[in-house]
């Protein structure tokens, strides 16, 4: 009768939040503090009279260092308690932990370089280990498990370094034998997802969600482990109209500065079988630069990709060092070089398909939102290599996003970029609008009305500073909108508004019907 959770306490203004584990009362609403002390909690798995999780605290984020902790459930006078708590693994980033018995438990550690999934009974090497990582482990947000335990073994959900799928049943004892491929299952039903996420064992079935399929939305399936069928709830695959217009995504690997690290990202050529090329020319070039900066690309279904493709631009979803997905040195990378790999790394991707004859080096644009559209404000100021941008609801001021953001992240650049104030001098030579009078290239911004994450001024006065500059820019601002658009509406304008903005720094004729889309009194 007791719901066992993260509470996030706010009560106390001026202070910053608190978070704790704690047990509520589902009859009375009575709530009681299980465990306190840490910044942060998360990965919460109870059996029979015992409790698991994971915390963390500043400046840490869940993929740096989090502590594997379990305890004693006490219940007296229907008061529950956590009683004698004991770490049992730090050093790593240990996320997603689960009882299998009283005995025993699995978890996710990167102590390796990978998350693989470790077991308590057996802590010298991972239980099953392999160079991929179970779903979206990273941290951002509760839940998403990668991996989940069914009765006849462990249903492991993975996305390795080539974006190949893979769901496997695997035995609980010797997790090198593969029961059922149930990937494969999937795959017989005409579906091709990278990755598996949300993996949810409950009687005879295991459900999930399947991302990263370029030809399919996110989608909800569920596999029966007795009569292998499978069953998809939200059928939204791309109508057989359009599939001839899809451009699916290509594994890239280039080289970066650092002549031992390589860095990745996801190809997507231009796509229209209703117009054929001269031969003449080649595409335009759109490099999108994910958020986080600790996020990812993926391989999903993104209309706006298409979008792109299908007007005759090449599309590169970039990986740089410092995403997740490639492993911890990978993803550590980045560590005190923000602003710098992420730009480098941009650069370095966009000359790798120059020098393969893949696109157009003298139409290059770069866009990305959060922390791309970070990136793509500080390229068009420190650099003169890409010949457009477009920022959504990015960051022109490290600054102000160190002092004004929300708690998870009110530490976070402490590792990216350097510790406050001690390295205030490194935040102002990153910062975009502390060098505002060196943006000469164009470069376009949309914004949420209602961002606190990065508020309208963070774009705002680098606008006001590409007006100054006699630079062609725009600025449009969506009420209501807030960290990352929700309305279909704005979505679309968006996208119309985008590539009208590169048609006239590029130079090229737009289809009627783009030009009907698009709303001209935005850009002026």
Same mark, same amino acid.
């Given at each position: 009768d007791k719901i066992i959770c993260v509470r996030e306490d706010h009560r106390v203004e001026g202070k910053e939040c608190t978070n704790t584990i704690v047990a509520i009362d589902l009859l009375t609403g009575d709530q009681n503090v299980l465990v306190e002390g840490a910044d942060f909690y998360k990965s919460i798995d109870t059996f029979e009279n015992q409790i698991i999780f994971t915390s963390w605290n500043h400046p840490n984020m869940p993929w740096d260092d989090t502590q594997l902790s379990i305890g004693e459930l006490v219940l007296k006078d229907n008061v529950a308690s956590a009683k004698n708590v004991k770490i049992m693994s730090t050093?790593?980033?240990?996320?997603?932990?689960? *009882?299998?018995? #009283?005995?025993?438990?699995?978890?996710?550690?990167?102590?390796?370089?990978?998350?693989?999934?470790?077991?308590?009974?057996?802590?010298?090497?991972?239980?099953?280990?392999?160079?991929?990582? +179970?779903? @979206? +482990?990273?941290?951002?947000?509760?839940?998403? +498990? !990668?991996?989940?335990? $069914?009765?006849?073994?462990?249903?492991? !959900? $993975?996305?390795?370094k080539d974006g190949l799928n893979n769901l496997l049943l695997v035995d609980i004892d010797n997790p090198q034998t593969v029961i059922k491929d149930l990937g494969q299952l999937v795959r017989s039903k005409g579906y091709s997802f990278g990755t598996y996420t949300n993996v949810l064992c409950h009687g005879d079935c295991v459900y999930a969600l399947g991302i990263d399929d +370029?030809?399919?939305?996110?989608?909800?399936?569920?596999?029966?482990?007795?009569?292998?069928?499978v069953y998809i709830y939200n059928d939204d695959s791309t109508g057989k109209d359009l599939m001839p217009y899809i451009s699916y995504a290509e594994s890239v690997e280039f080289p970066t500065t650092d002549k031992n690290m390589n860095a990745y990202g996801f190809l997507y050529r231009p796509k229209n079988p209703d117009y054929t090329p001269d031969g003449k020319e080649k595409p335009p070039l759109l490099l999108r630069v994910h958020g986080g900066p600790t996020g990812m690309a993926s391989r999903s279904?993104?209309?706006?990709?298409?979008? *792109?493709?299908?007007?005759? *631009?090449?599309?590169?979803?970039?990986?740089?060092?410092?995403?997740? !997905? @490639?492993?911890?040195? *990978?993803?550590q990378a980045l560590y005190g070089k923000w602003g710098v790999y992420d730009i480098e790394d941009a650069i370095s991707a966009a000359q790798h398909l120059v020098n393969e004859g893949i696109v157009d080096g003298n139409r290059l644009a770069i866009d990305g939102g959060s922390a791309g559209g970070y990136t793509t404000m500080a390229m068009m100021v420190f650099k003169k290599y890409f010949h457009a941008g477009v920022s959504y609801y990015g960051v022109s001021d490290l600054l102000e996003l160190a002092k004004h953001t929300h708690k998870f992240e009110s530490q976070y650049m402490t590792k990216m970029i350097g510790k406050l104030p001690e390295d205030e001098e490194i935040y102002k030579e990153r910062s975009p609008?502390?060098?505002?009078?060196?943006l000469q290239c164009p470069i376009g911004f949309f914004q949420g009305s209602d961002d606190f994450v990065c508020p309208p001024p963070q774009s705002q006065e680098l606008y006001n500073a590409a007006l100054e500059n006699g630079v062609a820019t725009f600025y449009v601002e969506y009420k209501g909108e807030a960290h990352?658009?929700?309305?279909?509406?704005?979505?679309?304008?968006?996208?119309?508004?985008?590539?009208?903005? @590169?048609?006239?720094?590029?130079?090229?004729?737009? $289809?009627?019907?783009? #030009? #009907?889309?698009?709303?001209?009194?935005?850009?002026?």
């Amino acid at each position: 009768d007791k719901i066992i959770c993260v509470r996030e306490d706010h009560r106390v203004e001026g202070k910053e939040c608190t978070n704790t584990i704690v047990a509520i009362d589902l009859l009375t609403g009575d709530q009681n503090v299980l465990v306190e002390g840490a910044d942060f909690y998360k990965s919460i798995d109870t059996f029979e009279n015992q409790i698991i999780f994971t915390s963390w605290n500043h400046p840490n984020m869940p993929w740096d260092d989090t502590q594997l902790s379990i305890g004693e459930l006490v219940l007296k006078d229907n008061v529950a308690s956590a009683k004698n708590v004991k770490i049992m693994s730090t050093g790593a980033s240990h996320l997603q932990s689960r *009882f299998i018995n #009283k005995d025993q438990y699995l978890y996710l550690s990167d102590i390796t370089d990978f998350w693989n999934v470790w077991k308590s009974s057996d802590e010298d090497k991972p239980w099953f280990k392999s160079d991929n990582e +179970p779903g @979206y +482990p990273f941290g951002w947000c509760f839940g998403y +498990p !990668g991996y989940d335990i $069914a009765k006849d073994g462990i249903v492991i !959900g $993975a996305k390795s370094k080539d974006g190949l799928n893979n769901l496997l049943l695997v035995d609980i004892d010797n997790p090198q034998t593969v029961i059922k491929d149930l990937g494969q299952l999937v795959r017989s039903k005409g579906y091709s997802f990278g990755t598996y996420t949300n993996v949810l064992c409950h009687g005879d079935c295991v459900y999930a969600l399947g991302i990263d399929d +370029p030809a399919n939305p996110l989608t909800l399936l569920r596999i029966s482990l007795t009569d292998d069928s499978v069953y998809i709830y939200n059928d939204d695959s791309t109508g057989k109209d359009l599939m001839p217009y899809i451009s699916y995504a290509e594994s890239v690997e280039f080289p970066t500065t650092d002549k031992n690290m390589n860095a990745y990202g996801f190809l997507y050529r231009p796509k229209n079988p209703d117009y054929t090329p001269d031969g003449k020319e080649k595409p335009p070039l759109l490099l999108r630069v994910h958020g986080g900066p600790t996020g990812m690309a993926s391989r999903s279904l993104s209309m706006k990709t298409q979008y *792109f493709t299908s007007r005759g *631009f090449a599309v590169f979803d970039v990986d740089y060092r410092g995403s997740s !997905g @490639y492993g911890r040195a *990978f993803r550590q990378a980045l560590y005190g070089k923000w602003g710098v790999y992420d730009i480098e790394d941009a650069i370095s991707a966009a000359q790798h398909l120059v020098n393969e004859g893949i696109v157009d080096g003298n139409r290059l644009a770069i866009d990305g939102g959060s922390a791309g559209g970070y990136t793509t404000m500080a390229m068009m100021v420190f650099k003169k290599y890409f010949h457009a941008g477009v920022s959504y609801y990015g960051v022109s001021d490290l600054l102000e996003l160190a002092k004004h953001t929300h708690k998870f992240e009110s530490q976070y650049m402490t590792k990216m970029i350097g510790k406050l104030p001690e390295d205030e001098e490194i935040y102002k030579e990153r910062s975009p609008l502390c060098h505002a009078n060196q943006l000469q290239c164009p470069i376009g911004f949309f914004q949420g009305s209602d961002d606190f994450v990065c508020p309208p001024p963070q774009s705002q006065e680098l606008y006001n500073a590409a007006l100054e500059n006699g630079v062609a820019t725009f600025y449009v601002e969506y009420k209501g909108e807030a960290h990352g658009f929700r309305k279909a509406v704005n979505i679309q304008r968006c996208v119309s508004n985008e590539i009208y903005f @590169y048609s006239k720094i590029f130079g090229f004729k737009l $289809a009627d019907e783009t #030009k #009907k889309s698009t709303t001209y009194k935005e850009l002026t």
